[in-house]
T-cell receptor, first 110, second 113 residues
Framework: GQQVMQIPQYQHVQEGEDFTTYCNSS?????IQWYKQRPGGHPVFLIQ?????EVKKQKRLTFQFGEAKKNSSLHITATQTTDVGTYFC??????????FGTGTRLTIIP | EAGVAQSPRYKIIEKRQSVAFWCNPI?????LYWYQQILGQGPKLLIQ????????DSQLPKDRFSAERLKGVDSTLKIQPAKLEDSAVYLC???????????FGSGTQLSVL
């Protein structure tokens, strides 16, 4: 079936270190969205990527969509305690259905 | 603008009982989603509406779960009878249209004892 792996499952970093999470698909994606969920909260939209090779930046966050539109990454530069949470990619395989990945849970060591 | 409203916020029931959740999406949003999120996992799509029609309900356990979207606005999700494994957070989300960003409600945390 259409599955997308998200790695790593957990990441513990020292405050100020960088963080990267990856979303990999076995099939081509129509587009990909990224969400952040704080502990006890609900997912909040971060970005949507549509074009092959697309790169978008939001302050310390950099989002990339692979050339083959099968993988994506989220990179955070110089993490802060406010970055704590679980980051999900959500994929559209072109069937109008948004499927969420398993998420990467980021914890920050002050 | 007002966000997605969900109620109740918490619900505790015993197995085999029934429960209903309510969702009011953002005004003007055509697409409405119900997701189930089990602790430590990503949200799993249960059903997706486009206006008042069902786009996808392939992962909805139809023997016990039902959902409707009245007049293409509010939606209710019902479980009857509940099982222990239904314990989860039920998230409602809406978007302007499919393929657009989702806005989530605060969710209903269901505990089945």
């Amino acid at each position: 079936g259409q599955q997308v792996m998200q790695i790593p499952q957990y990441q513990h970093v020292q405050e100020g270190e960088d963080f990267t999470t990856y979303c990999n698909s076995s099939t081509t994606l129509s587009n990909i969205q990224w969400y952040k969920q704080r502990p006890g909260g609900h997912p909040v939209f971060l970005i949507q990527l549509v074009k092959s090779g697309e790169v978008k930046k939001q302050k310390r966050l950099t989002f990339q969509f692979g050339e083959a539109k099968k993988n994506s990454s989220l990179h955070i530069t110089a993490t802060q305690t406010t970055d704590v949470g679980t980051y999900f990619c959500a994929r559209d395989f072109g069937n109008e259905k948004l499927t969420f990945g398993t998420g990467t849970r980021l914890t920050i060591i002050p | 603008e007002a966000g997605v409203a969900q109620s109740p916020r918490y619900k505790i029931i015993e197995k085999r009982q029934s429960v209903a959740f309510w969702c009011n999406p953002i005004s003007g949003h055509a697409t409405l989603y119900w997701y189930q999120q089990i602790l430590g996992q990503g949200p799993k799509l249960l059903i997706q509406f486009q206006n008042n029609g069902v786009v996808d309900d392939s992962q909805l356990p139809k023997d016990r779960f039902s959902a409707e979207r009245l007049k293409g606005v509010d939606s209710t999700l019902k479980i009857q009878p509940a099982k222990l494994e239904d314990s989860a957070v039920y998230l409602c989300a809406s978007s302007l249209n499919y393929n657009e960003k989702l806005f989530f409600g605060s969710g209903t945390q269901l505990s089945v004892l």
